[in-house]
């Protein structure tokens, strides 16, 4: 079987309802009262609502409209309350503010005095917020967010109807505020509905919701994977995977990031949840009790690929340490990482670690210079280039300068915060867009670890594959573990059948070799993996077996909080 691209799963005790036509129906349901929709900010809120009055028309409904924007706070206002003072100025990378969707607000988003047998429809970001009879979530898939604030089509959350928002903000701001407002309010929805296509609404109750929610975590699911076109190029996606949606390239691909992942319900026609909404409703269920409370729960791990094959070589960089991370950019542990390789050539490299005979200064004034000047500056002067081998684990600790060599498919198994690229050398290349690809000099250096030099790295960070268990039709090896990382890595050489266990807590696999293999829980429930598919195994599911289906032997990777 081929790289499933669009993975779904069934809907639980209802159907899938398109078009406002159906939004229209339940609409009118509501009235005499009052119907909220919330949603993220950057969403094209006045073509809903226009959109959704308009069908209500057509079945003689009269429809007050409330915008709940209009009772945001003053924009510099907001600006105020959501920047710090470090990171106000920065063009990247902003701090993920502790507060919630209701302090952006100025005054109480009611509907004021209500029309006698008529129907309001308050909506926008914190409508739920606002006295209501029923309860709609309108959703976008944050990766067409992202689209739409990047093509200047989508403002910040709290700007003006009309404003071109930014991705700094969106990235860093909105959508933790919006997460959090969202997960609050998934138990009492009266009715999901999925934007992605603007024109034809896809939309559920919130019972078939919920139910579906309740069903997909007692097995073993995938999120829909993304690739994205990068500077760096690569080809392995779109020759292998079928990853063809992405141009120029498919250079990144997103298997699972928390963030932004969503799930596929529905068989010909489908709808999109955010991996969020199951966090909300099932954590204990999906993370196992302990890892849930440990992460306040947070989906922890994130797999991603990071293609090269005929490409170039990502940027020499670093991610922020554990106190850099919480006092500057908010966020509660580090960005800790791994690289599996999947792919490589013979002299395809790794960029990990520093050169024994590295002097920080020297090679800071160096950045600095190549920087100003516009012109390259030998990176191999101060960082290590190691071999890239097959199957091989690099630990990439928070703080370890990295980067992947041109030739490579590289598996990033990390903790989830997934953005905080500190760049240190970029190659002097320019993005998609043509201009200048931008360094971060002063956090990278902020967080330059001085104690990742070559015997360090030797001995610590490129770990050697140690048996840990076998049965008749398997070996699991531990490839890599580190006392500042909190997920292990695994992996399961298949002839046959395996045997696992999630022990209380989930695992995240991937098919790194080999054709197929089927997952099958203890409780009946089947599943087939793909080469290269990712898939999350929920700590509920217990028992599980891996059954190589597939012409040759299996290799699996296998990643779990340890």
Known sequence: MPYELQPHYPLVGGELEIGYAALAADAARASPGVLAIDGPGALDWTRFAAALVAALGSRRVHARQVDVRSRMRTWSEIERRTETATLREDPI????????????????????????????????????????????????PKRLGLRAVEHGRAPNLGQGSGQAGTARRLMFVDWPLEDRHRRALVSRLHRYVDLSA????????????????????????????????????????????????????????????????????GERERMEVGLELILAEHADELLGQEIARRFAGSFPIRFDYLDTVGGEDLSVHCHPRDTYMREVFGLPYAQDESYYVMVTRPGARIHLGLRDDADLETFR??????????????????????????????????????????????????????????????????????TPRAVQLGHAFANLDPRRRRANVASELVPAATPVRNGAGFTEYALGRHPELFFAVHRLDVDDTAEEETNGRFHVLNLVEGNEVLLRTASGREHRLTYAETIVVPAVVGSYSLVRTGRSPAKIVKAFVA
């Open 93 to 140: 990378f902003a701090k993920v503010p502790a507060g919630t969707l209701a302090e952006l607000f100025a005054s109480s988003p009611d509907t004021g005095p209500l029309e006698n047998n008529g129907l309001t429809i308050v909506f926008g970001p914190g409508a739920a917020l606002a006295r209501h009879d029923v309860l709609w979530y309108a959703d976008l």
């Open 198 to 265: 603007p024109g034809q609404p896809r939309s559920v109750t919130g019972d078939v919701l919920r139910s579906s929610l309740a069903a997909l975590v007692g097995g073993p699911f995938r999120t829909r994977p993304t690739f994205l076109p990068q500077p760096w190029g690569g080809r392995w996606a779109r020759d292998v995977l079928g990853a063809v949606e992405s141009e120029p390239n498919a250079g990144l691909g997103y298997e699972l990031i928390a963030p932004e992942s969503g799930v596929l319900f």
């Open 365 to 434: 004034e160096a950045a600095e210079r190549s920087q100003s000047d516009g012109a390259p500056f030998a990176i191999e002067r101060f960082v290590n280039a190691l071999p890239a081998e097959l199957h091989q684990l690099y630990l990439i600790p928070a703080g370890t300068p990295h980067g992947s060599g041109e030739g490579n498919v590289v598996l990033e198994i990390s903790a989830t915060p997934y953005v905080y690229s500190l760049r240190l050398y970029d190659w002097m290349r320019a993005g998609l867009g043509g």
